[in-house]
């Protein structure tokens, strides 16, 4: 599998997100910059990283979703490429149109930084057929903005169309129906707050994040 990690000002998880990826596929992921214009030629996956792209000037992602490298990214997913946003990734592809919805500032106005409980809403995706539909993982969030919110018709698409993954199952921002990450129609683009690739060994404390590489590098190789 061949990935690539997108690097924005003021990302802080890129180096998290590209370790993670070269100890689960053996390989170095591409660390490309924001101003680039082409993602590498043959690229499997294309990671977004968490942190504070631009500063959360204007909104969270805002700035990041018009950087010139999210063009490529946008022909990417809609070539099939698998795209994975986490936090600010998420925010991301929300403020740049490759997934519905919004993320808001989190319910309480408080910085959220522990471990929390996820409930696997559908494990038939790519990023989620290594676990169960239905059981209980524990996955690092640290955000300010991961209330996620959107219209009465798009929930209900979310919803009816399988395409909510992952809800917490215990009170964390005030998402709307819990939704901690959301697939796209296809099926190839996922945004979620939680850090996967912040427990991926039993040194980290778990591995309640490796399987969602594992399952990418199964689907993709």
């Known amino acids: ?55 959360d000037y204007l909104r969270s992602g805002a700035m990041a979703a018009r950087a010139p490298v ?17 936090c600010n990734g998420f925010q991301v592809l929300t403020e740049a149109g490759l997934l519905p919805g919004a993320l808001m500032r989190n319910a309480g106005l408080d910085f959220v930084c522990r471990d929390v409980a996820l409930t696997v809403a559908n494990a038939q995706t790519m990023f989620t057929s290594r676990y169960d539909a239905g059981e209980t993982i524990r996955i690092p969030v640290a955000h300010h903005d991961g209330n996620y919110v959107a219209d009465a018709d ?29 697939v796209n129609d296809a099926g190839n683009v996922l945004g979620l707050m939680p850090h996967p690739e912040r427990l991926i060994e039993p040194e980290q404390g778990g591995t309640g994040g490796r399987r969602l590489f594992d399952g990418l590098l199964a689907a993709l190789g």
């Open 1 to 55: 599998m061949k990935a690539a990690v997108v690097v924005f000002p003021g990302s802080n998880c890129d180096r998290d997100l590209a370790v993670a990826l070269a100890k689960i596929t053996g390989e170095q992921p591409a660390m490309v910059w924001h101003r680039d214009v082409d993602l590498p030629p043959g690229i499997d996956l294309v990671a977004l990283p968490g942190g504070f792209s631009h500063g």
């Open 70 to 86: 999210m063009r490529a990214v946008a022909q990417a997913a809609a070539r099939g490429v698998a795209v994975l946003g986490v």
């Open 154 to 182: 798009a929930l209900a698409r979310l919803e009816g169309d399988g395409r909510v993954v992952f809800r917490y199952a215990e009170p964390v921002n005030g998402s709307a129906h819990d939704i901690a990450g959301i």
